[in-house]
């Protein structure tokens, strides 16, 4: 086979590949071969890349949900006055749950071993979290203070509909090359 997987036929006892004949049928002649392997192997890089997002997407899901309900339940029990320690108690709640859940199931097979690995993981959880927090409060900030748009509509928007999408694209990149990043994994892709 030759690198465009065509057929040839190699006549008997002269042990050589004829050259294709350039033909505009040929993709030699027309410049448009694909790599060989490139193809093939994207399919299934594309199709686990999805399955991580919609595992990532609804632990997001989830852990949104935990941090409303102990938010809530805090301002409504211990905290009546404390709404900022409140939303601090409920953000590492479901900071924690987010980090236990995709560890465990959206990036398992990328994920460190060992007490200072899983230690550093960890940190490097935080760290991007914090980031992503950090990019929501961007958006929130130029919205209302540099653009001047103030109603408490636009700050949802900029905040946590803007704001959350951007921070959520830049965690989901994050945790896949730098958090959740095994060296036997990290080894697997250059060789590859």
Known sequence: MTRTDTPVLVPPGTGSVPTPTASPAHPAATGTHAAPAARPALV??????????????????VCFLIDLGVYN??????????????????????????????????????RQVGRKETLREGLLFAAT???G?????????????????????????AGNGVGLVLG?????????????????????????
């Open 44 to 61: 299934p890089r594309l199709l686990a890349t999805a399955k991580q997002l919609a595992s990532f997407g609804a632990i997001g899901a």
């Open 73 to 110: 339940l805090l301002r409504a029990t211990v905290m009546p006055d404390g709404p900022i320690a409140a939303k601090i108690v409920s953000a590492v709640v479901a900071t924690a749950v987010a980090w236990l859940a995709n560890r465990s199931i959206t990036f398992r097979s990328q």
């Open 129 to 131: 979290n914090v980031i």
């Open 133 to 157: 927090l950090g990019i929501a409060a961007a958006c929130l900030f130029v919205s209302h203070y540099v653009l001047g748009f103030t109603s408490t509509l636009a700050d949802n928007v």
């Open 168 to 192: 959520t694209v830049f965690r989901f990149a994050a945790y896949k090359a730098l958090v959740f990043r095994s060296t036997d994994a990290h080894a697997k892709e250059h060789a590859a």
